[in-house]
């Protein structure tokens, strides 16, 4: 190997500098073997490090880029970094603080579930839905999961000048008949144009309330040990769906977006086994991956999966090979996931497969105690991972 | 699904798991590279180490496309990407290698025009549908990719397209491994060679492996079955004291490679007198540019280069972990300063990367998770034949 200087500008990365320093100067003096050396009995030297990268992952999120990159809206580690240090730590209160799908207030005696979400989904028209059906079943399934009675929705439409009125027509058509199948009432809305290229045809933002009836305490957080983990039905659906009628990668699939309210497949299971359900969730962008992550970080507690056990369309499963990207991290709209006792696992399978929406339903995993804050995949072949949250989704826009 | 479940199946990993276990010999350790960075991903995607003994070590090597590229030419390319009328094209993995100042995505943030695309082919439609814009495919890649850039050149020549070029940034895998071979610091039993890129080159490059440095190699496919038993043939010459090149992946790869695929990369390119490679440093004869005759599909020659040089950042060990001398988590800055999500490497940027692999898939003790996962085996393989029976009525 040779050097050669024939280049005409030289210099340090400052950025990649600055970040070692700054880890550098966390240097933790009770754990002086922080940087073990060489010599140290290799498998304690890998321990040493695996703490050390946990407590890492404990430090405190933030936000280090200047500008916001896609990164920020991909459902992975950028997204909940931002939320955690730019949002949550701006509007910090005991409502917010728990980042569920919804949230809970209280008004006079009567508790609501209170949410909203934006829909940015390109193509705006794709095979079994549009970002209309999108925007009412988004909403609808948050306020389901959280175990609330969908009631009222809001939609705001940012539409960019030129855009077509039949489009238009099409989707908000679209909204009232998914609106009168979820059982809701589209009732306040907004308009707002923006110049052409200011935007990208049409936006949508609903938000919506629920009647929260019973008194169970849902969220991710009261996951404990021996818990089981049922999917409603196949994975991956919809980004798929989405990914190819952008049409860049000239693959024809037999594949409907999974879109639906699944109000009433969460009613079927809260009536047969409420009490034994600790979470739902539905799996919007991230996947069923990102789920179990958030389980596994707010319980404290370790999820293992059975990738046999996932369900998965063979069309999804050919697509996800060919793109390199994991079934689990593809998003649903139309499935959820349920943490419940492994007592009532039987049931609840039962009552979701009862429901035209959760006929594949299964049970995909366990709740164990340790590795706590992990998510570990025993696959198909035979060995075990670790299922990250994701860095870089491949699939921008899907929702 | 076919021509996959095959490769797949953990009854026969199970088997080929036993025979490897039986090849060992007691108290002898085994230590062998798998050049490419899609077996390094397939290795950890499928936990294949689990079927291993204790005694093989998987050393990580340097074909991962993204991984090799300097810092300077990310900056090079970002500054491609901020003249004036330019759509920069990428593969996606690129979007996040760093470079001096940021990646492809901080800059597109900023305001350039960079697209991902999936091949190639797809940069040249942007360049025929924006007759308007000068459209650049940031080209990388080993002999993998590099017959579908020079096919693109062609294609974009006989069109006679004059808004496209190439930034080509491809390397070659020989004297990368020739480097390896050289590296005092590193004692190799064998090589799981590199299957993408024998496709193109066949086998017979890799003879001087066996016959100058008496390393067996053994040319694998990418799932994790031909793995194990690339691994077994490895072992076999070794029992037999054989140092061969042998082919596991026969079904794809012919022995003299794809000549038309050749042919088509030597039209449009020629070996560039020396490269740099992050971490490795300067290499002579191993990388590609633009042949004279190809001048206009050159962004080197469409635009005034600034031929950026930045210096790997102190801390970084990128070059140790590519020729296999550290482990990932050997590396000081490895899931501290330098993650996924903010990486200093070019290791930590791609999937197939060894330090990227590594923190998303590996990251744990091996016998905790283990642990883990068998405890729990019983209940979840109970329903798994009901969930197979609903999958299988849905499919």
Sequence with gaps: MTQHHDTTEQHQADWAEAAVAEHDSGHDPEHPGMYATPGTELRSR??????????????RPRVREKLITLAHGAGGKATQSLIEAIFLDAFRNPLLEPLEDAATVTSGTARLAFTTDSYVVSPLFFPGGNIGDLAVNGTVNDLAVSGARPDHLSAGFILEEGFP?????????????????????????DTKVVQRGKGDGCYVNTAGVGLLTSDLTLGVATARPGDVVIVSGPVGDHGITIMLARGELDIDADLVSDTAPVHGLVRGLLDAVGPDVRAMRDATRGGVATILNEVAKAAGVAVVVDEEAVPVRAEVRGACELLGIDPLYVACEGRIVVVVDAGAADAAVAALQAHPL?????????????????????????????????VGDPLPRIC | MRYVDEYRDAEKARALAAKIAALCEPGRHYKFMEVCGGHTHTIYKHGLEDYLPESISLVHGPGCPVCVIPMGRVDDAIALAEQPNVIMTSFGDMMRVPGGRGSFFDSSAAGTDIRMVYSPLDS????????DKHVIFMAI???????????TVLRAAAEGIENFSIFCNHV????????????????????????HVSTVIGCRPYEFIASEYGKPLVTAGFEPLDILQSVYMLLEQLAQGRCEVENQYSRVVPWDGNTVALRAVGEVMELRPYFEWRGLGFIS????????????????????????RVADPKACQCGEVLKGVLKPWECKVFGTACTPETPIGTCMVSSEGACAAYYNFGRFSRQRVREATEVHQI?????????????ASQA
């Excluded at chain 1, 049970?363 to 570990?376: F, H, N, S, T």
């Excluded at chain 2, 040249?124 to 007759?131: E, G, M, S, T």
């Design chain 1, 46 to 59: 890998e321990q040493l490090v695996l703490e050390r990268i946990e407590r890492a992952r404990r430090a």
């Design chain 1, 165 to 189: 009125v039949e489009d238009l027509r099409r989707i908000v058509a679209s909204m009232a008949a998914a609106a009168a199948a979820a059982e809701v009432s589209i009732v306040t809305g």
């Design chain 1, 358 to 390: 959760g006929a594949g339903a299964a049970v995909v995993g366990r709740v164990a105690e340790d590795p706590p804050g992990l998510v570990l995949l025993k696959t198909g072949f035979g060995g075990t991972r670790i299922i990250d949250l994701l």
């Design chain 2, 124 to 131: 040249l439609k942007i360049a025929r549908q924006n007759p």
């Design chain 2, 141 to 151: 890649g080993f002999e993998t990719t590099a017959p579908s850039t020079a096919m």
């Design chain 2, 172 to 195: 070659t895998i020989i004297p990368a491994i020739k480097a390896i071979l050289e590296s005092p610091d590193l004692r190799l039993d064998g090589f799981i060679g590199p299957g």
């Design chain 2, 285 to 308: 004869h191993s990388a590609l540019k633009v042949r004279e005759r190809y001048a206009a599909f050159d962004s080197e020659r469409h635009f005034e280069l600034p031929g950026v």
């Design chain 2, 379 to 391: 209940g979840v393989h109970q329903r798994q034949a009901d969930a197979h029976q609903i999958g």
